[in-house]
């Protein structure tokens, strides 16, 4: 069955770093958009990062995270990675890893989300 394993979450102060991570199986890997997408209490679920199939390498990201995260993937370890540097206390929120695969892309996979908490 198709299965993620988010890890990285956590406590850390304003400025600080954290390195999600989001181990998948039961899909072809390889042939997945991966994206990270992040949801605070009362508010909306938004997409953080995508990154696109190792072939192209695109990566997009929102404008409140651009120049702070990093998105990444290996697909030898099935792995997409979020990197957060110069955290701050709006990126408090559930992180999720997402998987799109499939013809055209129609068949979405929702991680069980990790919490990151950024506080001093």
């Known amino acids: 069955q198709v299965q993620f394993v988010e890890s990285g979450g956590g406590l850390v102060q304003p400025g600080g770093s954290l390195r999600l991570s989001c181990v998948a199986s039961?899909?072809?890997?390889?042939?997945?958009?991966m994206s990270w997408h992040r949801q605070a209490p009362g508010k909306e679920r938004e997409l953080v990062a995508i990154?696109?199939?190792?072939?192209?390498?695109?990566?997009n990201y929102a404008d409140s995270v651009k120049g702070r995260f990093t998105i990444s993937r290996d697909d030898a370890k099935n792995t997409v990675y979020l990197q957060m540097d110069n955290l701050k206390p709006e990126d408090t929120a559930l992180y999720f890893c997402?998987?799109?695969?499939?013809?055209?892309?129609?068949?979405?996979?929702w991680g069980q989300g990790t919490q990151v908490t950024v506080s001093s």
């Open positions: 039961g899909f072809t890997f390889s042939s997945a958009i």
């Open positions: 990154v696109s199939t190792r072939t192209s390498g695109n990566t």
């Open positions: 997402n998987a799109r695969t499939g013809f055209l892309y129609k068949t979405a996979y």
